[in-house]
């Protein structure tokens, strides 16, 4: 196998770049180690098109948030992915608070972001009539929006393969081949590819891949944020994403609704050795209990349906690092993308592009050529929606699959589990299943639709439903076939 | 838009029951929406014996005890839409489903019967901590998958929880070959029947622990172990205790909410303590014409007083279709004392001359033994007292109360639980 460009890491850094660079003349190869992209940092996070008021004007963090917020809403209406820009509001609660948000809308303001106010009193609680009744000021910021993370980053891969991108999933990088500290290419699961260009997207691992081809200047530690999500009873208690003061470390526990018409509230954040372990604690579950009630009041722990938790990458010098290995030619390392990385991805996307424009005519005397044709919009799949019945209907009536309801609690068809299944970057497992179709993310938690998308993934695959995962890897659902365990133990008597 | 006299949303045992009691009862044009490609509900799965005691006198599995109703079904003219998903229900009785054969269904009904079950709370319901690997499911979940479509979850067991369903599910994968190494429950006692728990844990050898929980469960891609700990009195898990146990499979037996979706989304409000609907005596909401029955109302513990309550507001249904109601100047009220955790009926709506008696269905919140069950007016004037030996959260309470006893100036009713003087 040959490519101009491997790509390391399915998350929204890698697909964003994998997008943004099929708009070229290249062959690019893009690698997974799990059975789907969007599996660590970019799966479970807040959700959140930052302002980018937070980070410093002269950080890439800071610049790179600023730069991608807008391109937001062209970009998911391309891709067909929900987004809402409903505004931020980060609640101060005393004077020292309020100079707080001075500054930080200050800072925001040197870098361009407008329409920022400061709220107070009554006006405040006109716009959030649930906040904490102690709370005093917000620093109202309009451009910030809530987006599922997940879905994104699905749709940034879909998009990039029907460009020509070529994803592997299940695909593990064993080792890169260098000569003279120059990339030749990669050793995988799947065999050798050679490449001129790595792009290491990997995330909390990119320091071992870096490591791979011989640059150890990378050190990723990993800090886990812990979250609630609540029963869409609870979808519009809240109108913004209400965020605290943060502090040094991370912006804090906020309060927000989520696209789809959740509550979501978290994360906290502390560190952790294991950069798989995605574990919740009680300790860390009542923390963000506490914080959120600390911006809203109400709260009913109750009508939880989910908690989970995502993993922070962050480096040693708390800013990204994108660019050239200084050690290894080839090399691209787009690292320690922590917050506000999502919302940044799209203009380090551009900004991975430029690396390999320059690479390219440096090393290689050659130009990076646009292709005639880029098809920047993803098809609309339908997706129920009980405000347009009609359409539904008709739908329904030319493919009866579309009105199998599986997914009774969100209310998903038959149809859009199999045009799941079948997308570009197919779902072969409940969680891929439930990460584009929303199926099992209800407040019974698949309890009822869970054998039933199952069957329908095997029915589709021609896979035995004993093969089916949860999640890819050994997350097997089903162990054997009724009266398999007896046959095993040689208890079954058929007589 | 499609016209029904009587619209039934469920065909589970609630469902069927209310729809066949409503036909013997003159109605003519009956319509049963039941979302799963089959009647029956839950019952398909139960595939245990154990029902029918009391409304059949005799010991039927789920299954048989599902056909009984559907045979009885196909020998009337009440329609059934199968596969058919109700979107929304107004208070105008406007029901809006879709199914794969017709569509978008719209349907007007002169009166509607709520029978949409309930379903089971899940691992977040309890806060149990942990990784989130393949091999954790509820255990109705896991009942589908071993009794329906034929597969074993699960070889080694930790069961969370002591309602029915886990009792049943422990004897079941013990059966089929798994070891199920333990029950555990937080509180001090049995959530399920005294009978489950003898015929399913005791019989087979399997530990139930009380005053026990699940701290935490491990596992990447599947479950590998859990970390049981013991509990407090306020159910918080008290550190130092902790044991690993290693399986591959949790179940989680946690309890059943009542499915209120769709009430809630018309605007009926809800008992807390029930999770369904606030019904008066003839299971009718607090929208005239919408009536609710069987675990949707309130999770029973047998199936056959799910047939029972159905049956009333069958009857109901038909009388409000016939205009044969007759409605009391002011509802009673039915009060409980603190160790009561819920009463159906929770009012008393309507004067019937015939009947005798007022049946009530309740909860203790924690088990009462050598108690009298009391019924006062408003005045606190004991009407009625019922000694009971035994009560537990786990069984139902059923109360035959006299009509006669109320009077037309009785404003409310308080029920109550005390030790019996010796």
Redesign the interface.
């Known amino acids: 196998m040959e490519a101009d460009v491997v790509i390391i890491g399915g998350g929204v850094v890698g697909t964003a770049i994998a997008r943004e660079l099929s708009k070229y003349e290249l062959k690019i190869i893009l690698l997974e180690k799990e059975e789907d992209v969007a599996m660590g940092s970019s799966k479970a996070n807040s959700g959140i098109i930052h302002a980018g008021y937070n980070a410093d004007a002269g950080t890439l963090r800071g610049k790179l948030n600023v730069r991608a917020n807008p391109l937001f809403d062209k970009l998911c209406s391309e891709l067909k992915v929900p987004f809402k820009r409903i505004g931020s509001l980060l609640i101060g609660f005393n004077e020292d608070d309020l100079k707080v948000l001075k500054e930080k809308k200050e800072n925001g303001e040197k870098m361009g972001i407008t329409g920022m106010k400061i709220v107070s009193g009554e006006d405040l609680f006109k716009l959030e009539p649930n906040l904490n009744e102690k709370a005093r000021f917000a620093l109202f910021a309009p451009s910030a929006g809530i987006i599922s993370s997940y879905e994104f980053t699905i749709a940034l891969a879909d998009s990039a393969v029907i460009n020509g991108v070529k994803i592997y999933l299940d695909t593990e990088l064993i080792d890169i081949e260098t000569e003279n500290r120059r990339v030749l290419g990669v050793k995988t699961s799947r065999g050798f590819i050679k490449t001129g260009i790595i792009i290491n997207a990997a995330g909390l691992f990119s320091d071992n891949i870096a490591g791979m081809a011989g640059d150890n200047s990378i050190e990723i530690k990993a800090y886990k944020g812990e979250y609630h999500l609540f029963d869409k009873k609870w979808g519009d208690y809240v109108n913004h994403i209400i965020f605290p003061v943060p502090d040094r470390k991370s912006k804090g526990i906020l309060v927000t609704p989520t696209v789809h018409g959740n509550l979501l509230i978290g994360p906290n954040f502390y560190a952790v050795d294991d950069k798989d372990d995605l574990g919740v604690s009680s300790a860390g579950l009542e923390e963000i209990y506490q914080g959120a009630g600390k911006l809203v009041s109400g709260l009913d722990r109750r009508d939880v349906i989910a908690s989970y938790a995502g993993l922070r990458a962050k480096t040693e010098g708390d800013d990204f690092i994108i660019g050239h290995s200084d050690l290894v030619k080839g090399l691209i390392n787009v690292a320690g993308i922590q917050s506000p990385g999502f919302t940044a991805s799209p203009a380090i996307a551009e900004m991975v592009v430029d690396l390999v424009r320059e690479y390219l005519a440096r090393e290689k005397k050659q130009e990076l050529r646009k292709k005639d044709y880029f098809q920047s919009e993803l098809a609309q799949r339908p997706v129920f929606t009980e405000a347009d019945l009609d359409e539904w209907d008709e739908l329904i009536k030319k493919d009866a699959a579309y009105g199998e309801i599986i997914c009774r609690c969100e209310k998903i068809s038959k149809g859009e589990i199999r045009d799941a299944i079948h997308g570009p970057v197919p779902a072969r497992s409940l969680d891929a299943v439930k990460r584009r179709t929303r199926a099992g993310a209800g407040r019974c938690q698949g309890a009822f639709c869970a054998p039933r998308v199952l069957k329908i993934i095997a029915e589709e695959l021609g896979l035995k439903p004993t093969e089916i995962t949860k999640k890819g890897g050994n997350s097997r659902i089903l162990l054997t076939e009724t009266k398999g365990l007896l046959l095993q133990k040689g208890e079954y008597h058929d007589d | 838009m499609i016209d029904y006299d009587l619209v039934v949303v469920g065909g589970g045992p609630a469902g069927l029951a209310a729809a066949l009691e409503a036909k013997k009862n003159g109605i003519e044009r009956i319509l049963i929406l039941e979302?799963d490609k089959y009647l029956g509900g839950i019952l398909q799965q139960c595939i245990h014996n154990g029902f029918g005691l009391l409304y059949f006198k005799e010991e039927l599995t789920g299954p048989e005890y599902a056909d009984r109703f559907i045979k009885k079904l196909s020998g009337t003219n009440i329609d059934v839409k199968t596969?058919t998903?109700v979107?929304?229900i107004n208070r105008k009785k406007e029901i809006?489903a879709?199914?794969?054969?017709?569509?978008?269904l719209f349907i007007k009904a002169g009166a509607v019967i709520l029978a949409m079950g309930c379903?089971?709370r899940?691992?977040?319901?309890v806060?149990i901590?942990?990784?989130?690997?393949?091999?954790i499911?509820?255990a109705?979940?896991a009942q589908?998958?071993?009794n329906?479509?034929?597969?074993?979850?699960?070889?080694e067991v930790v069961i969370l929880g002591s309602g029915d369903i886990g009792l049943i599910m422990a004897r079941r994968m013990t059966l089929?070959?798994?070891d199920v190494k333990a029950v555990l429950e937080i509180m001090p006692f049995s959530s399920g029947l005294m009978r489950n728990k003898v015929q399913c844990l005791d019989d087979f050898g399997i530990p139930l622990l009380l005053k026990h929980t699940i701290?935490?469960i491990?596992g990447?891609?599947?479950v590998e172990s859990v970390i049981i700990s013991k509990a407090d009195e306020n159910m918080s898990?008290i550190t130092g205790t902790e044991k690993e146990i290693p399986c591959?499979t949790v179940l989680f037996s946690v309890g059943l909410i009542p499915e209120n979706?769709l009430s809630?989304e018309m605007g009926l409000s809800l008992d807390k303590a029930t999770g369904g609907p606030v019904v008066n005596e003839l299971r009718e909401t607090e929208v005239r014409g919408i009536f609710a029955c069987g675990n949707v109302l309130h999770v029973h513990d047998l199936v056959d007083y799910v047939s029972e309550e159905s049956e009333i507001a069958g009857r109901a249904a038909a009388a409000y279709i016939r205009d044969g109601l007759e409605r009391r100047e002011r509802e009673i009220i039915v009060e409980r004392a603190e160790n009561i955790n819920y009463i159906i009926p929770q009012k008393i709506s309507f004067i019937d001359r015939e009947r005798e008696m007022i049946k009530f269905f309740m909860r203790v919140k924690r088990p009462e033994e050598d108690v009298r069950i009391s019924i006062a007016d408003g005045e606190n004037k004991k009407l009625a007292s019922y000694k009971r030996d035994l009560l537990t959260p786990g069984e139902m309470l059923v109360i035959n109360f006299p009509e006669k006893l109320i009077k037309d100036n009785t404003e409310k009713i308080k029920m109550f639980i005390e030790k019996e003087r010796r």
């Not at chain 2, 879709?98 to 978008?104: A, F, P, R, T």
């Not at chain 2, 901590?129 to 091999?135: I, L, N």
């Open positions: 979302r596969g998903m979107v929304r809006t879709l199914n794969s054969k017709e569509g978008l379903r089971e899940t691992r977040e319901a806060r901590p942990g990784d989130r690997p393949a091999g499911f509820t109705g979940t589908r998958y071993l329906l479509e034929g597969y074993m979850p699960g070889k089929e070959g798994a701290s935490r491990n990447k891609d599947r898990v591959d979706e809630r």
